[in-house]
């Protein structure tokens, strides 16, 4: 199973709270209720005191749940993680964070009553707490409809509510344990809609359905047009949607002929849904209601409170219920006889309160009053988005304020639009293409934005929910709202501080300028300081965009330094290391680093290691060279999502010759290579296996190919049209010059990757306007073209030169490449470096075209230094045996394993799909059972690990069915961890750069997603912590023996395999892997090839054929095309060695 963080302690490992005369802080606040609402309330409050300098609040607060605050709004993820803790809106360790006694938490414990009079509270397990404010959260309840009363509904199996963590569990248990063909969800509103996405995503439910009585869903929120639209949306899901369906009753089967006694549910009984008007009875297995909610307002009789008619806590302005100093906020609060299911108004609340019990005494403006919220709201329902702001149905009459500039018009909390002429308009916009509608309401006037929704696009919610707020005039048409704005995105310069960006918990634009205001330098601490885009993550995009903005008003330095180990820029670095003649990375570090022996990271190491193969384009499978390249150039080949590689060879301008073609068919087809067409015109094999690289290379080198370097920061292709070798347009060798400058500017490192095109004429087939430089022919020579880039922000490359002759053109893109190299940041392109100059292309102009700095000729030099160093990594590794150890898979065994399983597709394999909303992985060696014992292991020689004296060095052992890998850090020692990255279950991590981070301390950079891992071995130390909270891994102490033997202390293979197991976590189909992860074995099947589940009697298709029966169908291929066998390894070396874990206890392995 997957492994989940431990030590977690609830109610009775909470120590009541201490009484009021013994308590450190002059005041006691007691929550009841740890919910969304609950929990924002403590933060503020506690945040707001200690920012105010008084710090005199304690805060006990108290949970019904067995649980510490999570996400409610979330809930639909818990079906994929089935994780609480990964709705936590706080970890468990913020709750012991604060001062001794500032916060204490408990839970599972309902209050079960409030005195009043003598200031208590008190719970079911028999706590008293006295308390100066009391603050009621206590949430609410699901609604069900008249039909159903609360007796019937828990007498009735297979009928739930979608309000909690616990009715979620209900549902899975439920449908795990019944044939569930058809589950209905009555109610199409926002809860409906979650709910019905949730049984969609159980696999144990074959059909959700939603049952809705009005004619499109959504309705409290959209009108017709846009619910319709997103009715459409959820059909095309799968969901099946029955409107206009109203209940009568439900369709309950006796006990009688039930198999466990129950009166279980059947189906319903829709009103008018059968022949000539008359009830139709609907079958299913399954119902969830989700037709609204009820304030929980039962504590009002326990406790003397009163309760609004329509229910919930009545509360005044300033929030306070009908007992003095005891309130109520949230969805348990009834203001102005109304309670709203929304965490917004709830946050709003919690505002208020805290604000009041802290700064409110002491300001001057005094106390802050409630006002009826804002309940605009934007949500990502079944993968649409949808939102609804202001009085988006004030074109229909229903207004909730006056409208802005006319303060006459209304006055209570439903005013009505006057009769007459129309006061308020509606733009409209509906695209079927791309499934998008708005709807926006104007006063008549068209000055002022009232309200409206939204479906399919919501970039501009923040923007008119602050302008609808504020009741600002518009400075521009109504229809520019629609038809697109002068701005591209949300940039938010023209908001006003206190315009709320994020809704969730109450952020406004002023917070965040404040915040760099004092300091915040970095989005995360901005995100830490005030929770933005902690909770639905829709504000982030504009947040961002404040936050930059912030920063330049504020004037802050924004540091360009390659990283916090070298105090210099990219540019600054390879003038050093060129003019010191420095040759490597650790020796650069000693003279330039901030830290002389430090070990680097993932950011400064391939940038240094980039330069110095600019300057001196030395073989970067030197060890001094290899350790400081990143994974793609280290093994000279792409990466891919499952750990194996891609083979790109070169085909300069796109030529490839009939013998050349049938041999990448030969190696794809004898290696079962997913082939492609580039956008560059190459042939990309994707799919091979890192110990097969050499062997395919080897083939590729002897029928002439050269690497395409397409694992490189540097030229990946020269794209060229037929030119006037054939074309009847054509009016410049377009084939010839660019395959001149493929082969001039091959395996040139740069900043980072380049491209080029050449046309033979301004028909421009080859899109030389979209890459880093261009060429057109025209009549009078070629027309040069630099800084275009294609991808997800394109430029339009510039004319730099026009109608210069050939080998003009080629020296001014020389001269272009070398400033670029020399000049440019970090993984910078041409396109942002050439925005980034000062000057701009007028200035690049001057410089490489009229030569204003007298340096053409220097930049033609070191272009001629570089070109004539050129040599092809591939065939230098083919022809040296050496080199080609570092790419076995394992150290101590011949044996390989496979990563993911394949997936047949348009006739070719690839891997299986990545696990959707896939559960983070925490791998801790606290989850390998206390009674195991842990043993010094023989799994290697250090000698395997090739050892050098200035760089580090990794390899992989097998152990068991587990991946272990191992690092040689020179004058630090061994290192070890599991092979497997918990992000993506790719095995990898032996691949991937090694550094330290500021506090020095080690970690191991995932070549996938450059996410880091603490490589120390000791708890104390974050053994295996990652810099995303998400995921860890298990790391293991490592030692080398007076023999050279590599010994690491390891639990059983057993035990380790039980949860690291390569078997267990490589990539399968969907249905295997639910197999595997319940409890089946890999393999388990039938007689018809299908794999069984013991647990669940489940039977579920095998994800994809085995080894030898792919090897079987390559064999067959082979000899239906004529193909021969591929040599056989019968030396002694080739054959098969035991891995660490089959040798018996003291014997001597087969190194």
């Not at 009505?416 to 916009?429: E, F, H, I, R, S």
């Not at 104390?1020 to 790391?1035: F, L, P, V, W």
Request: hydrophobic fraction near 35%.
């Amino acid at each position: 199973m997957v492994p989940v963080p431990t030590g977690v302690h609830y109610d009775d490992n909470v120590a009541a709270a201490p009484s009021s005369t013994d308590k450190k802080y002059p005041k006691r606040c007691v929550v009841v209720g740890l919910g969304m609402v609950g929990i924002a309330f403590c933060e503020k409050l506690l945040k707001m005191d200690i920012d105010g300098g008084r710090d005199e609040w304690e805060v006990v607060v108290i949970g019904e749940e067995p649980h510490i605050a999570y996400n409610r709004v979330g809930l639909t993820q818990y079906f994929t993680s089935r994780d609480p803790e990964a709705l936590y809106l706080n970890p468990l360790s913020w709750y012991t964070s604060h001062a001794p006694g500032k916060l204490q938490y408990h839970t599972a414990d309902p209050v079960t009553s409030i005195s009043h009079e003598a200031k208590e509270v008190r719970t079911s397990k028999g706590l008293t707490l006295k308390y100066d404010v009391c603050v009621l959260a206590t949430g609410s309840d699901a609604a069900l409809p008249p039909y159903v009363s609360q007796q019937r509904f828990h007498a009735t199996a297979g009928t739930f509510v979608y309000r909690n963590l616990a009715d979620l569990d209900a549902m899975i248990a439920y449908s795990e344990e019944h044939k569930v063909k058809r589950a209905a969800v009555i109610g199409g509103g926002l809860l409906g809609l979650e709910a019905a996405k949730a049984l969609f995503d159980l696999e144990t439910v074959e059909q959700a359905v939603i049952i809705e009585r009005n004619q499109w869903v959504l309705s409290r929120q959209l009108d017709g047009e846009g619910g319709r639209m997103v009715l459409d949306k959820v059909r095309a899901l799968g969901v099946e949607v029955v409107t206009q369906a109203r209940v009568r009753d439900l369709i309950v089967g006796s006990q009688q002929e039930d198999d466990e006694g129950k009166e279980r549910i059947k189906g319903l009984l829709l009103e008018g849904k059968g022949e000539d008007g008359a009830d139709a009875p609907y079958e299913l297995d399954m119902l969830v209601f989700a037709v609204g909610i009820k304030a929980r307002d039962n504590l009002a009789t326990q406790s003397n409170l009163k309760v609004a008619p329509r229910g919930g806590f009545d509360i005044s302005d300033r929030l306070e219920t009908s007992a003095k100093d005891v309130f109520a906020i949230g969805e348990c609060a009834s203001f102005k006889g109304e309670t709203w299911g929304l965490i917004a108004p709830g946050v709003e609340m919690a505002d208020v309160l805290a604000f009041n019990l802290t700064e409110g005494p002491h300001h001057a403006s005094g106390l802050r009053s409630m006002t009826y919220p804002d309940l605009s709201c934007k949500l990502k329902l079944m993968g649409v988005d949808v939102a609804s702001f202001g009085d988006f149905f004030a074109d229909r009459g229903k207004l909730t304020k006056a409208l802005p500039g006319n303060r006459k018009t209304g006055t209570g909390a439903h005013a009505k639009v006057p009769d007459g002429a129309p006061v308020v308009k509606a733009l409209t916009y509906r695209d079927p293409f791309s499934d998008v509608y708005k709807k926006y309401i104007f006063t008549a006037d068209g000055k002022h934005v009232v309200g409206g929704m939204m479906v399919g696009e919501v970039k501009d919610y923040v923007k008119l929910v602050g302008i609808c707020n504020k009741g600002k005039e518009l400075e521009v048409p109504p229809a520019q709202f629609i038809l697109g704005s002068q701005k591209e995105g949300e940039e938010g310069d023209d908001l006003d501080d206190d315009t709320q960006i994020c809704s969730c918990h109450n952020v406004t634009k002023g917070q965040v300028v404040d915040q760099v205001k004092q300091g915040c330098r970095s989005f995360g601490d901005i995100k830490s300081c005030t929770k933005l885009g902690t909770g639905c993550g829709g504000c982030v995009p504009l947040g961002t965009s404040i936050f930059n903005m912030a920063m330049t008003d504020a004037g802050a330095e924004i540091s360009n330094n390659l990283c916090p180990h070298f105090k210099y820029s990219r540019p600054d670095m390879y003038m050093i290391i060129k003019h010191r003649k420095l040759q490597d990375f650790t020796t650069t570090m000693q003279e330039v680093g901030v830290k002389p022996d430090s070990l680097g990271c993932d950011v400064c190491r391939p940038a240094v290691g980039s330069i110095l193969s600019s300057l001196n384009n030395q073989f970067i499978m030197k060890p001094s060279q290899r350790q400081t390249q990143d994974t793609n150039d280290r093994y000279l080949a792409n990466i891919q999502r499952d750990g194996t590689y891609s083979v790109v060879p070169r085909l300069p301008a796109g030529e490839v010759t009939p013998f050349q073609l049938m041999v990448l068919g030969e190696v794809a087809t004898e290696f079962n290579l997913y082939s492609k067409i580039t956008g560059g015109q190459r042939i990309d094999l994707f799919g091979a296996r890192k110990h097969q690289l050499p062997a395919i290379w080897t083939r590729l080198v002897d029928a002439g190919f050269e690497s395409g370097h397409a694992y490189g920061k540097a030229l990946r292709t020269v794209k060229s049209c037929v030119g006037t070798t054939w074309c009847r347009f054509g009016v410049g060798d377009s084939v010839g010059l660019a395959a001149e400058l493929e082969g001039r500017y091959k395996s040139i490192r740069a900043p980072h990757k380049f491209k080029s095109g050449v046309s033979g004429c301004v028909r421009e087939c080859a899109e030389a306007q979209s890459k880093d430089f261009g060429l057109i022919a025209t009549t009078k020579g070629w027309n040069v073209f630099v800084a275009g880039n294609g991808g997800a922000k394109p430029r339009h490359a510039e004319l730099i030169a026009e109608d210069v002759p050939r080998a003009l053109a080629i020296k001014i893109i020389d001269r272009f490449l070398i400033l670029y190299i020399r000049n440019a940041d970090k993984l910078q392109r041409t396109a942002r470096w050439v925005e980034t100059l000062p000057g701009g292309i007028n200035e690049l102009k001057d410089i490489i075209v009229k030569d204003k700095l007298g340096i053409c000729k220097d930049l033609e030099d070191e272009m001629d230094s570089l070109v004539g160093k050129y040599h092809c990594e591939w065939t230098e590794v083919v022809r040296n045996p050496e080199r080609q150890k570092a790419f076995k898979q394992f150290i101590n065994t011949e044996e390989t394993q496979v990563h993911s399983e394949r997936i047949e597709q348009r006739n070719q394999s690839r891997p299986a799909d990545w696990p959707a909303d896939a559960t983070p992985l925490k791998f801790s060696v606290r989850d390998i059972a206390a009674n195991e014992p842990w043993e010094w292991r023989p799994v290697a020689k250090v000698a395997d690990l090739d050892p050098q004296p200035d760089a580090p060095t990794s390899a992989v052992v097998k152990y068991g069915d587990t991946q272990i890998a191992i690092w040689n850090i020179p004058n630090r020692g061994l290192r070890a961890s599991q092979n497997m990255c918990p992000h993506r279950r790719a095995f990898v991590l032996a691949d991937g750069l090694i550094g330290e981070d500021d506090s020095g301390k080690e970690f191991i950079s995932c070549p996938l997603h450059k996410r880091r891992f603490n490589l120390d071995h000791k708890e104390e130390n974050d053994a295996g912590k990652c810099n995303d909270a998400d995921y860890s891994i298990m790391t293991f102490e490592a030692r080398q023996e007076e023999d050279g033997t590599v010994s690491l202390r390891l639990p059983s293979s057993e035990s380790l395999d039980a949860l690291l197991s390569t078997t267990k976590w490589m990539l399968r189909k969907a249905r295997e892997e639910s197999h595997i992860l319940s409890g089946g074995q890999p393999g388990q099947t039938d007689t018809e090839g299908y794999a069984m589940t013991e647990k669940h009697g489940q039977i579920v298709e095998i994800a994809g054929p085995t080894e030898a029966v792919q090897e079987e169908s390559r064999k067959l291929d082979r000899e239906r095309r004529g193909i021969p066998e591929p040599a056989q390894d019968t030396s002694e070396g080739g054959a098969k060695k035991a891995s660490c874990a089959d040798a018996a206890p003291g014997s001597k392995l087969d190194w």
